[in-house]
């Protein structure tokens, strides 16, 4: 069994690296012979992404930031340098395995990474992505279950209440090939995020790393995030 292959592409631009992950499976699609995984690991300059659910109000005022239509899952994100951003480009036929499972995993190795810095993340039922808890990002607590929203699947608004989004997830699927991933918030200007409703959620608060007052190079996070995913990805 081979683990993906880690590829790190430093800072790059955000449309041309979608396109390329587009190209890329398309060509697995049509490959003849089974192809190797990849993980590729990357920093975008300022962007604004819209995934196929995105609503052109949540996007409140983007001024000069490029807004970037997608076919990923999910609504729209922010993506800027202090962001480390993983695309795993995965065989899930190959692995075995469906999305909801695959979601699990990819949520799973962020949960790993900041536990390695000390920081609890936490999922939220219908709300793909990983959340700490503003007043005690460091403890151990679950968080208190609350009802599911009246939208089968889709977290109800006080499902955040005292959480801030600290990894966001949004993948796409075709033909069992996966591409797009997830972003994870190391040391940002997150001010970006207040010019949006978070993944479609209004008054979603979105912190980093540096904000927790955890100071760690992203280098270092990107290199953790992509082993554990490269651990957990192999068929």
């Known amino acids: 069994m ?16 979608i396109a390329a992950m587009r190209a890329h499976t398309e060509a697995r699609i049509a490959a003849a012979e089974p192809t190797p995984d990849e993980i590729w690991l990357c920093e975008h300059p300022p962007t604004y992404t819209q995934g196929l659910a995105g609503r052109p109000e949540h ?12 076919n990923r899952g999910g609504q729209v994100t922010y993506h800027g340098p202090g962001q480390v951003v993983a695309y795993p480009l995965i065989d899930l036929k190959r692995l075995g395995i469906y999305v909801k499972e695959y ?27 990983i959340y700490v808890r503003l007043d005690d990002p460091f403890g151990h607590a679950p968080l208190e279950a609350l009802p599911p929203s009246e939208r089968l699947g889709v977290a109800a608004p006080d499902a955040f209440r005292g959480l801030g989004k600290i990894a ?19 040391a940002m200007d997150l001010e970006p995020f207040q010019r949006i409703d978070p993944c479609g959620y209004a008054g979603l608060a979105t912190v980093d790393l540096a904000t927790l007052g955890v100071h760690v ?15 957990h990805l192999v068929p």
């Open 2 to 17: 081979t683990s993906p292959i880690l590829i790190h592409k430093g800072r790059v631009d955000a449309a041309a690296t």
């Open 59 to 70: 996007l409140r005022d983007p001024g000069d930031i490029a807004v970037i239509q997608t």
């Open 103 to 129: 979601v699990y995993r990819l949520e799973h190795c962020v949960l790993h990474t900041l536990e390695a810095v000390g920081v609890t993340g936490h999922r939220v039922p219908g709300a793909p992505g």
């Open 168 to 186: 966001a997830l949004g993948i796409k699927v075709s033909r069992h090939f996966s591409y797009h991933g997830v972003a994870l918030n190391v």
């Open 217 to 231: 190079d992203a280098a270092w996070v990107a290199q953790h995030l992509g082993a554990r995913l490269a651990a």
